[in-house]
């Protein structure tokens, strides 16, 4: 099973309810702490609310205490506090890193005290982390391109799946975009994948996020896990492509039949 931490979305698009429909969806039962409260739509987050790092805390007391959990994937934690408590309390654990810090609406969910935090204590004690570029620049504190940000963030101690996508517009021919994977002391080598043009692409960062978890949880190896994950996503997104739902950037599908996308074997630890 897969815990997920991160905050709730009104709009059901991102966040937690990404998080809990794709884990289910990749045959993984899905627990949560839930770290903020947003009142967020496809337009953008229009208010945000942390809940206090005690309650946190309890939340993963609750789940660890009770619950055999194989793999923890994390989403916005919104405050340093949170993001050391996550490293302190579940470090022992398989940590995918989503470091959420803008929505893809644009709208910022951290400040730069949260990306120390991810700096100095939660990406040296994650498997991997999964931010994308503008994420990537923060939290390096340059602006270089994808390859190099890829690899000085794996200096700091986890593999880096860097996501990348071209910023769609209806006039836009582009088909191909590219993820970067560097593990530790490497070199960021290139994993592209189909293009898919759509707008309804809210909540692909954390349907990215779980979808790896999932299939860290059900074995497989962190390359297979990754393409896998990005798979899963290409085909949520060409099934949300004719959707309308929304007036700004709609949600990603996390509704129709899909087809086993790991490697191997489900295990009874998922």
């Known amino acids: 099973m897969v815990l997920a931490v ?3 979305d009104s709009g059901g698009a991102a966040g937690l309810a990404a998080d809990l429909a794709t884990i ?3 045959g993984c039962h899905g627990a949560c702490a839930v770290t903020a409260v947003t009142a967020q739509d496809t337009t953008g987050v229009h208010a945000v609310h942390e809940v206090p790092v005690e309650v946190v805390a309890r939340q993963l007391e609750a789940v660890l205490d009770d619950l055999p959990i194989a793999v923890v ?4 934690l919104g405050s340093p506090e949170v993001a050391r408590l996550v490293a302190d309390r579940l470090g022992h654990l398989p940590l995918v890193v989503d470091p ?3 929505a893809t609406s644009g709208a910022v969910l951290g400040v730069a005290a949260v990306a120390r935090a991810y700096r100095d204590h939660l990406l040296p004690a994650a498997v991997v982390a999964t931010p994308n570029l503008a994420e990537a620049r923060a939290l390096a504190g340059v602006d270089r391109d994808a390859p190099d940000l890829a690899a000085r963030l794996a200096d700091l101690g986890c593999a880096v799946v860097l996501t990348g996508g071209p910023d769609w517009r209806p006039d836009d021919d582009t088909r191909t975009c590219t993820d970067w994977l560097c593990l530790p002391g490497g070199t960021a080598d290139p994993l592209p994948h189909p293009a898919v043009a759509t707008t ?6 954390c349907t990215f996020a779980s979808a790896l978890a ?5 074995g497989a190896g962190l390359a297979d896990a990754v393409l896998a994950a990005s798979a899963y996503v290409t085909g949520r997104l060409e099934d949300s492509r004719s959707w309308t739902l929304g007036r700004g950037r709609g949600p990603i599908s996390h509704t129709s039949p899909v087809h086993p996308v790991h490697p191997v074997q489900q295990e009874e630890t998922a």
Do not use: F, S
């Open 24 to 26: 289910g969806h990749l």
């Open 6 to 8: 991160a905050g709730t």
């Open 73 to 76: 994937k994390t989403g916005m």
């Open 100 to 102: 959420v810090l803008a």
């Open 200 to 205: 309804a692409d809210h909540g692909t960062g």
């Open 214 to 218: 999932a299939g860290i949880a059900h």
